[in-house]
């Protein structure tokens, strides 16, 4: 018998590692499951390539939180409804309290014609593909040389970076709904991009949309400066690539030829102001681009297999929390399960942000927990049942053997890093 609250955390991310730490601190015995082999989620796998410093940075503050003595790790372990147990299964183990941290695994699309054409892709399965997640990373992709991406944030920029430096294509252009006042990238990642902005073309733009901004009074010179204001920290231009804008514009379609994408169909916007809220709306008239690759970076949603009732692209938390942290709701309509980062909002902010909101999840989970007393499990039998299941599982001690496999093998190569590829690899080198 175990007089210990025992708390499973499903999902390794920022925000599930982090909780695990404020749980495991505050006395909890924490089970931490994982879909992937390694942690980090998209602190490990979302993270733009060459941004090793940052990486290794949040990599040291993960081995830290995994150090906890009475912090379990099991990953290559799958929870849902077609996974190697479900929520329910997990729930029936004996654990007071499970907070979902898995972020948003599932795909966010428009329901567009021609969106399995091959060369129409989601942001995710190419950003998990370049950081090398199994199985994302066995994908096949078709590039081409004249590309769109759907978006006006971050990862847009990143997917722009890959495109020019890995891809080598000759055209990009950012399609975005609304205006130059409303891109939500950040000047510090547009300084990677600007050199190869067609600044012609976005005078162009500029001109072209100016009308419908003066409609809504918008004033079209903070959005020039929005987009320009990376200019004075611009890396230089080293490929061919142009970047252009396409604004006040939403996919409507996508054309092709024997499967392959030749065209993206876009509709004009205008702006309406609605309820102090500006929209977009469609104005029917409608014109194609030629393109060979559309990527969508529209955000996420969470998966709808999982096993909680969803609603518009989230899990339902309970709009009346007992336990509430910051006036934040984390506790979903079922008793004892709560959600954290991407799994309580999806596509919300950065590491950072995924980090603050698991804490504050683990928080509330402490405040549930303090209502109740320990279900009295021991942890050694439910550690035995995880291990009893038909598949190689990997601990705390093995994902360390991993790194020092990975780090061996960077250093014989004269690399940065260097990651296997598939999971198979992986469990071969830790001999599973």
């Known amino acids: 018998m175990s007089n210990q609250f025992l708390v499973a955390i499903i999902g390794a991310g920022p925000a599930g590692l982090f909780a695990a730490r404020e749980l495991a601190t505050r006395g909890a015995h924490v089970t931490l499951f994982n879909r992937d082999i390694k942690v980090g989620g998209l602190a490990e796998y979302g993270i733009y390539l060459d941004k090793h410093t940052m990486k290794e940075g949040l990599r040291k503050q993960f081995r830290q939180a995994?150090?906890?003595?009475?912090?379990?790790?099991?990953?290559?372990?799958?929870?849902?409804?077609?996974?190697?147990?479900?929520?329910?299964?997990?729930?029936?183990?004996?654990?007071?309290?499970?907070?979902?941290?898995a972020g948003a695994q599932g795909t966010k699309w428009l329901g567009l014609?021609?969106?399995?054409?091959?060369?129409?892709?989601?942001?995710?399965d190419v950003v998990y593909a370049y950081n090398k997640l199994p199985p994302f990373s066995q994908k096949k992709f078709r590039f081409g040389?004249?590309?769109?991406?759907?978006?006006?944030?971050?990862?847009?920029?990143?997917?722009?970076?890959?495109?020019?430096y890995y891809q080598q294509v000759d055209e990009i252009t950012a399609i975005v709904r609304r205006g130059p006042n409303e891109v939500s990238f950040t000047k510090e990642e547009m300084k990677h991009l600007i050199a190869y902005l067609d600044l012609n073309n976005f005078e162009e733009?500029?001109?072209?949309?100016?009308?419908?901004?003066?409609?809504?009074e918008q004033d079209p010179e903070l959005g020039r400066h929005k987009v320009l204001e990376?200019?004075?920290?611009?890396?230089?231009?080293?490929?061919?690539?142009?970047?252009?804008?396409?604004f006040l514009a939403s996919p409507t379609a996508m054309l092709g030829e024997n499967g392959k994408l030749t065209k993206l169909e876009v509709e004009d916007n205008t702006l309406i102001l609605k309820d102090g809220e500006l929209k977009a709306r469609g104005t029917g008239n409608k014109r194609t681009l030629d393109v060979e690759t559309v990527i969508f970076a529209i955000g996420d949603k969470v998966d709808e297999t999982f096993g909680l009732p969803t609603?518009?692209?989230?899990?339902?938390?309970?709009?009346?929390?007992?336990?509430?942290?910051?006036?934040?709701?984390y506790e979903t309509t079922i008793e004892g399960v709560f959600v954290g980062g991407w799994s309580r909002k999806a596509s919300e902010g950065l590491v950072g942000v995924a980090r603050k909101d698991g804490i504050n999840a683990a928080k509330a989970v402490w405040q549930y927990l303090?209502?109740?007393?320990?279900?009295?499990?021991?942890?050694?039998?439910?550690?035995?049942?995880?291990q009893a299941l038909n598949k190689p599982i990997v601990t705390k001690a093995e994902l360390k053997k991993l790194e020092s496999v990975e780090a061996e093998?960077?250093?014989k190569r004269g690399l940065e890093e260097f990651k296997f590829a598939s999971n198979e690899e992986m469990l071969q080198a830790l001999g599973l």
Request: hydrophobic fraction near 40%; proline fraction near 7%.
């Open 311 to 329: 609603e518009r692209n989230e899990f339902v938390k309970n709009p009346n929390p007992k336990f509430a942290e910051e006036g934040v709701s």
């Open 205 to 216: 733009e500029l001109a072209r949309v100016l009308p419908i901004l003066q409609t809504i």
């Open 145 to 164: 040389k004249r590309c769109a991406l759907i978006g006006a944030g971050n990862v847009m920029i990143d997917l722009a970076r890959f495109l020019i």
């Open 113 to 124: 014609p021609g969106e399995d054409l091959e060369g129409v892709y989601h942001a995710k």
């Open 66 to 101: 995994l150090e906890q003595p009475n912090l379990e790790y099991y990953g290559n372990l799958l929870i849902g409804a077609d996974g190697d147990l479900t929520l329910d299964q997990v729930r029936a183990l004996g654990f007071d309290a499970v907070l979902v941290t």
């Open 370 to 386: 303090q209502t109740k007393p320990a279900s009295g499990v021991d942890p050694a039998k439910i550690a035995a049942q995880i």
């Open 409 to 411: 093998e960077a250093q």
């Open 230 to 246: 990376a200019l004075s920290k611009a890396e230089p231009k080293t490929q061919p690539t142009v970047f252009r804008f396409d």
